[in-house]
């Protein structure tokens, strides 16, 4: 059996999932989960690492089938919800796959393909079989357990391979850091293609022995009333689904705010991530729940490698420390050790980073230095031992008249003006300067451009001064709310 399954059978009575109408325990999640794998397995002894992908919305289905999986010896591909046909099949030949499972109401989007492309198509919602003569292979911690692809805002995504004993250490470093119990209950509002919500979430809880519970879909307000309910006591997401809570939260009468700050005030943690954390967001929301978000860094190759502590200061505009059994290194160019204070690469080295790019030796080799670092083309700076990301070398850091600035770091300047809600800072080729500083901003108002121009004179060098302004109703941002710079670009 999977290592990472391995805990959550000592306590077979206890509540695992909660979703609209229905609660299941540990024991029925196995048994579940053993029967679709004997329907994966089809006779056979081991799926050997096949690939089965699959398009299941989030909640006790889609545990189930991802157990399934990984109980009958093969790699689980989950498949974004949103994603268009094309985007699937792409997926399905990238992978090779051997199986997809799905739910009924995806059946006619599916069908088709599958025959088409002679891969088997199995639902997930049968009976519960309880047969007890299923024989499962042995599954080794080494073997690959999950292909997620990169989310391809610099470039074509990538598959990741994370094997079982990746995956256990990610959420054991995390159980561990953030103080997860078996007394916890934690709300899914996460998509469950990406790291943030597989592993930090669904992986953690289920690990922990916690009661984990899923929404059909985000709203705010589905949100605050399963928060009203009095029973979930961690809450994590992305600063996108913050913004358009605290924007819920201002609409509401003052009594009804006082009355969720109080109930928000005894939740043990909200965590925030995949997307760097505005502080004027940040600020906002301790000011509407009394929870004071803990802001990590991540990313698909290595799940989570730093962190601001469970317990002390979690400070604005970082990221923490390294999480236990995570080595970290900040280089130059040249793959040197910067000097303290100075800016450098992030290197990332631990149990937690993934095995391999999905059949792209030269990507992998590109990824690693000698010693087995991995590159994670993030540039940081460490103050007073806390790590402040300032962003993808290949799109936050802009060379510009012989400077090198942080897109985020104008950005954050941006959000303290009154009248800015949002905005992007992003480049464009440019012969004078180089690269062109240019700012995409989301405002209350119509935007007085030479107004912000002169605030932002008060408190930025002028080699940090945005040269071209546009205001735009919304960002373009990928499923995980990060925003996308190439569309950013585009813009202009």
């Known amino acids: 059996m999977p290592g990472i399954l391995s805990k959550a059978l000592t306590h077979p009575d206890a509540t695992a999932i909660l979703e609209p109408g229905a609660s299941h325990t540990y ?33 006790f289905g889609y545990v189930r089938t991802q157990w399934a999986i990984w109980l009958a010896g093969g790699i689980a591909v989950p498949v974004s919800l949103s994603h268009p046909l094309p985007a699937i099949v792409q997926l399905l030949e990238d992978t090779a796959a051997h199986t997809i499972v799905t739910a009924r109401v995806f059946l006619p989007l599916l069908q088709e393909t ?109 949100v605050i009333d399963a928060f009203l309910r009095g029973s979930v006591n961690l809450f994590m997401a992305v600063p996108t689904i913050y913004h358009k809570l605290i924007s819920h939260l201002d609409a509401l009468p003052e009594g009804e705010r006082q009355a969720l700050r109080h109930c928000m005030s005894r939740f043990r943690l909200m965590v925030c991530g995949s997307a760097a954390l505005p502080v004027t967001v940040m600020d906002r929301w301790e000011k509407l729940s009394s929870q004071r978000l803990l802001e990590r860094y991540g990313m698909t190759e290595i799940g989570m490698a730093l962190s601001n502590p469970l317990h002390g200061e979690r400070r604005a505009g970082t990221v923490g420390m390294p999480l236990p059994g995570v080595q970290i290194r900040l280089v130059d160019e040249q793959l040197t050790d910067v000097a303290a204070g100075e800016p450098g690469e992030i290197l990332v080295k631990g149990p937690n980073v993934f095995r391999e790019y999905w059949c792209r030796p030269d990507a992998t080799a590109g990824a690693f230095t000698e010693g087995g670092w991995f590159r994670t083309g993030d540039l940081a700076v460490v103050e007073e031992g806390y790590y402040r990301i300032l962003g993808r070398l290949s799109t936050d850091i802009i060379k510009t008249g012989g400077y090198k600035v942080s897109a985020l770091e104008i950005e954050e300047v941006m959000r303290m003006h009154p009248g800015v809600r949002d905005c992007a800072v992003a480049s464009l080729p440019d012969e004078e300067w180089g690269e062109l500083i240019v700012a995409a901003v989301v405002a209350d108002e119509a935007l007085d451009t030479d107004a ?27 499923a995980m709310g990060k925003v996308v710079k190439a569309d950013v670009r585009a813009l202009f």
């Open 27 to 59: 024991g029925y999640l196995y048994q579940a989960s053993l029967s679709l794998a004997g329907r994966l397995l089809d006779g056979r002894s081991d799926l050997s690492c096949a690939r089965v992908a699959f398009l299941i919305p989030p909640g």
């Open 114 to 222: 599958a025959e088409r492309m002679d891969i088997r198509l199995l639902t997930e919602e049968d009976e519960v079989g309880m047969d007890g003569d299923i024989t499962l292979p042995e599954v080794e911690d080494d073997r690959a357990a999950l292909i997620l692809y990169t989310s391809g805002t610099t470039s074509r995504p990538k598959g990741v391979v994370l094997t079982h004993a990746n995956l256990g250490a990610q959420m054991d470093m995390l159980i561990d850091a953030w103080g997860w119990t078996s007394e916890d209950h934690i709300l899914c509002v996460l998509p469950l293609h990406h790291v943030h919500g597989i592993v930090n979430v669904v992986g953690c809880a289920l690990r922990a022995g916690a009661r984990l519970e899923f929404l059909p879909s985000f709203t705010p307000a589905g």
């Open 452 to 478: 912000l121009d002169g605030w932002l004179r008060e408190r930025l060098p002028r080699y940090k001064l945005p040269r071209r302004y546009l205001a735009v109703r919304e960002l373009p941002r990928n």
